[in-house]
């Protein structure tokens, strides 16, 4: 079964720090390009960054450039954000999945095996 799962949520102050981990099971994750997306709450899920298959580059959403950094291992077979200066306005759930990912495009590939979201997981940016 291929499956992307989402880990490293949590409880955080403003001004802190968290890594998210997405890792895939059951395919190779170098040949794809992932994306994070969040969804806080009363609002649409948005792209928040993604990283290309091969050279891996990277792209944000302009509220998160120079505090987020997106990077994949694929050894581990791993895609991480990691999120420092966070604000209140970070919270939601994160969620990563299959992407098209281009300048000015972070966007959810919705149909084949990768198609559904995974269980996200919580960031709660609170004092």
């Known amino acids: 079964q291929l499956q992307l799962v989402e880990s490293g949520g949590g409880l955080v102050q403003p001004g802190g720090s968290l890594t998210l981990s997405c890792r895939a099971s059951?395919?190779?994750?170098?040949?794809?390009?992932i994306g994070w997306f969040r969804q806080a709450p009363g609002k649409e899920r948005e792209g928040v960054s993604c990283i290309s298959s091969g050279r891996g580059v990277s792209r944000y959403v302009d509220s998160v450039k120079g505090r987020f950094t997106i990077s994949r291992d694929n050894a581990a077979n791993t895609v991480y954000l990691q999120m420092n200066s966070l604000r209140p306005e970070d919270t939601g759930v994160y969620y990563c999945?299959?992407?098209?990912?281009?300048?000015?495009?972070?966007?959810?590939?919705?149909?084949?095996?990768?198609?559904?979201w995974g269980q996200g997981t919580q960031v709660v940016v609170s004092s």
């Open positions: 059951g395919f190779n994750l170098d040949f794809y390009a």
């Open positions: 999945g299959d992407s098209r990912c281009g300048v000015g495009i972070i966007e959810k590939i919705t149909t084949g095996p990768l198609g559904s």
